[in-house]
């Protein structure tokens, strides 16, 4: 696997690689009937046209821990399918995190010529150093970040099995 991560002080970068097409990641992404497949298991939506809304809903097991029904929103700023989405991306299940507001995501995804594309996410984190913590995985008790999402959409699109949603029902 080649999973990455680079730490700067104010954008993190997040990079893997997968065998699948742009189209099959782009949805994977944003539609709601792939994105809350992998991962925390959260239901995404999209308005995919700048100026758009974005939503992330809690999972049951998020509401089960007082999870609000929201718990990450946010504004469309570019969408070019199936290579680019930049957006906002706004956390509201802590009220410290809340106050650091919101902070643009960048989707990059690039064919490899080989039937893989690489996948970078940019999170610009100026200001916002409990958000960065949160999405870098530094807080082992809320989950492994981006790296923990990538992982398991990479798991995911290749083999049809989200391994971190098997081992939460495990659990």
């Known amino acids: 696997m080649t999973t990455t991560a680079a730490k700067r002080e104010d954008t993190q970068v ?30 995404s939506e999209y308005e995919l046209r700048p100026g758009g809304a974005y939503r992330c809903f809690a999972s049951d097991a998020m509401k089960a821990y007082g999870g609000p029904d929201v718990i990450i929103d946010g504004e469309v700023i570019e969408s070019d399918p199936p290579r680019r989405l930049v957006q906002t991306w706004r ?55 981006w790296t923990f999402v990538l992982t398991d959409l990479k798991s995911l699109l290749e083999t049809g099995t989200s391994t971190a949603l098997q081992q939460q029902a495990q659990a």
């Open 14 to 43: 997040f990079q893997v690689s997968i065998k699948a097409t742009p189209q099959a990641i782009w949805d994977a992404i944003t539609s709601p009937e792939w994105n809350g497949k992998y991962g925390y298991g959260a239901k």
């Open 91 to 145: 956390p509201l299940w802590d009220p410290e995190i809340v106050a650091e507001g919101g902070r643009q995501v960048t989707w990059e995804i690039a064919p490899r010529g080989d039937g893989s594309c690489t996948l970078t996410i940019t999170h610009e984190l100026a200001n916002a150093p409990k958000t960065r913590a949160q999405v870098s995985g530094e807080l082992k008790e809320a989950g492994g970040g």
